[in-house]
């Protein structure tokens, strides 16, 4: 059974930075692409960045390309989200995604990210 468990999360001023982290459990995470999810309210969820199972290759939605990394230590079945230069419409809840090598996916529960003065 795999648990996917966010952290990281907070209020950040407009500018700033934070760096979420996902901890996966479970079998299978080395073999597993994985991804960051957006949702603000009122909208659907959308993708912010993934990263291949090696981590070799990644991909960035257009509004985060030069402010956001994903990275990944698969000795540590844990990716992370680094987020720099803070702007109000990064507000949402932000949602760890795994997907197994063999199909379906796994999420996390979520971390809400508040950009605010």
């Known amino acids: 059974q795999v648990q996917l468990v966010e952290s990281g999360g907070g209020l950040v001023q407009p500018g700033g930075s934070l760096r979420l982290s996902c901890a996966a459990s479970g079998s299978g995470f080395s073999r597993a692409a994985m991804g960051w999810y957006r949702q603000a309210p009122g909208k659907q969820r959308d993708v912010v960045a993934t990263i291949s199972n090696g981590g070799g290759i990644t991909y960035y939605v257009d509004s985060v390309k030069g402010r956001f990394t994903i990275s990944r230590d698969n000795a540590k079945n844990t990716v992370y989200l680094q987020m720099n230069s803070h702007k109000p419409e990064d507000t949402a809840v932000y949602y760890c995604?795994?997907?197994?090598?063999?199909?379906?996916?796994?999420w996390g529960r979520g971390a809400q990210v508040t950009v605010s003065s």
């Open positions: 995604k795994m997907a197994p090598y063999y199909g379906g996916a796994y």
